[in-house]
């Protein structure tokens, strides 16, 4: 609010007591939102005839607008930034932002302005089925939206290495050769087992060791005859 200098004397018919009244066009944005910016102005007499005019702009925010995001993909195990929608409109200068990202996990976080959001989360394990989000968006008067999107998770498979026997090691017949297989996976939540083919037309189940997706396939077998053999481990995941 501003005041301007006061004048004395007799008040003209011109300064007569008026109410506030808009001054200038209003200015608006198409589509489901509304901004208007409202000037008023007026001013008081006093009894000597001092004037005092007084000016203010206020600000109506429009109303406020989460769009809707696109469906997404990603991997397993794989931190991945998801687009989240755009906020327009609104009142205030900050809005909240909670996610429920489908697998029974969520977060939240503020933002400054308006516009494009975004966020980063890693979905631990694939499912035939896409995972459903629900983004919800508060403003500083309480106003929300939410949206909801999918996202659908494909499967990593495992890595894996034979870390004994070493390349072309040596056994006696009769001797036991046994058969370690480190392995990793992306999805945390997978579940593995493993097939040990020892190159003899004989093909064994491992045993499994594992935690958060990784563990090891270990067995153990014996040769009845002299030769050279490939040995071929496969691990699988569920």
Known sequence: ITALAAMSGEPRAADAPRRLIPEGPAETNAGPTL?????????????????????????????LDLSRPA????????????????????TGTSWQVSVDWGDGTTSSFSTASAGALSASHTY?????????????????????????????VANVAPSATISSPVNWSSFSIGAGVS??????????????TCTIN?????????????????GTCSGTRSYSVAGNFTIVATVTDN
Do not use: C
């Open 35 to 63: 901004r208007v910016m409202v000037s008023t102005s007026g001013y008081a007499v006093d009894a000597a005839g001092n004037v005092t005019i007084v000016t203010q702009r206020v600000t109506v925010g429009g109303l």
């Open 71 to 90: 469906n997404q993909v990603t991997v397993e195990g794989k931190p991945t930034t998801f687009s989240l929608g755009t906020i327009t409109g609104g």
């Open 124 to 152: 631990v394990n694939d499912r035939a089925a896409a995972y459903s989000v629900r983004v919800t968006v508060v403003d500083s008067a309480g106003a929300s939206d939410t949206e909801t999107f999918t996202v659908a």
């Open 179 to 192: 058969v370690v297989v480190p392995f990793a996976d992306p999805g945390r939540a997978d579940t593995h």
């Open 198 to 214: 020892w190159g003899n037309g004989t093909t064994t189940t491992g045993t499994v060791s594992e935690t958060n997706g990784s």
